[in-house]
């Protein structure tokens, strides 16, 4: 269909260019991301990362993000792609969120969660986009239903 020819290329671009940002100019992203990093590494008894190890991190996260993206928006796996980004792109969210927050900070960061959100609930629509074609889950039950049936006429 022609829409899904225009809209997942246009869907594809935010994550393409946040992606190759990423990867690129990793500090301002390992900045947002270092809190969480912490936690969350404190709380599994394990050691924090190192800036350099954080680094790596955010370039593999935005080179992987960048390349779904174009996967996406040519059409390889679409499904796929738009369900990985999804995953990749939840993190950001949590990142950005604003609610523990105070001051002109919060409202930059509300943006940018509203906008990690948006970008989520997106992916994850175009993941579930049959295309108009039955899902697995319905071939397989008529799949059983057949065999179901060809095994009462035996």
Known sequence: MLLRRV??????????YDGVQAAR???????AARPLTDQVTDRLGVRRLTDQQLTWAVRAHGGLTAALGVALGAGFFPRLAALDLAALTAPLAVVHQPFTTRGPQRAEKTVRFVRAAG???????????????????????EARKKAAAHGDAA
Request: proline share 10%; no cysteine; net charge neutral.
């Open 7 to 16: 809209a997942r290329p246009l869907l594809a671009i935010p994550f393409v």
């Open 25 to 31: 100019h990793p500090a301002e992203h390992v900045a």
């Open 119 to 141: 970008y989520v609930g997106a992916a994850l629509l175009a993941g579930v986009d049959t295309e108009g074609r039955p899902g697995v889950a319905w071939r397989v039950s």
